[in-house]
């Protein structure tokens, strides 16, 4: 099984940039869909991003469309997620996930279809 632990999160101003890396052990990482949630107090865990184990295939949400990058390094068992304009609607924790998957090319972005969490790290858009 994998463990997975996320960084970079901070505190930035509206428009800013931020850099989130989730890093990966214990597992061979190309085995591995993964994908970016968020998680904010009172609120369903929101789907962010996520990317195919092959890292070929990407999905946003249509809030971060344009604005949010994902992106997969197997060889470092790294997941990263560059965040730009950012709003204080992007305020929340953001955790990794990660589930395996045969398919090289397929994303998924059902919470409840990943086995592997991290403890998240938190975003916070001051407006």
């Known amino acids: 099984q994998v463990q997975l632990v996320e960084s970079g999160g901070g505190l930035v101003q509206a428009g800013g940039s931020l850099s989130l890396s989730c890093a990966a052990s214990?597992?061979?990482?190309?085995?591995?869909?993964t994908s970016w949630f968020r998680q904010v107090p009172g609120k369903e865990r929101e789907f962010v991003a996520a990317i195919s184990r092959s890292g070929a295939t990407t999905q946003y949400t249509d809030s971060v469309k344009g604005r949010f990058t994902i992106s997969k390094d197997n060889s470092k068992k790294m997941m990263y997620l560059q965040m730009n304009s950012l709003t204080s609607e992007d305020t929340g924790v953001y955790l990794c996930?990660?589930?395996?998957?045969?398919?090289?090319?397929?994303?998924?972005?059902?919470?409840?279809?990943?086995?592997?969490w991290g403890q998240g790290t938190q975003v916070t858009v001051s407006s």
């Open positions: 996930a990660g589930t395996v998957i045969g398919d090289p090319f397929v994303v998924v972005s059902d919470p409840g279809e990943y086995a592997y």
């Open positions: 214990g597992d061979d990482f190309s085995r591995y869909a």
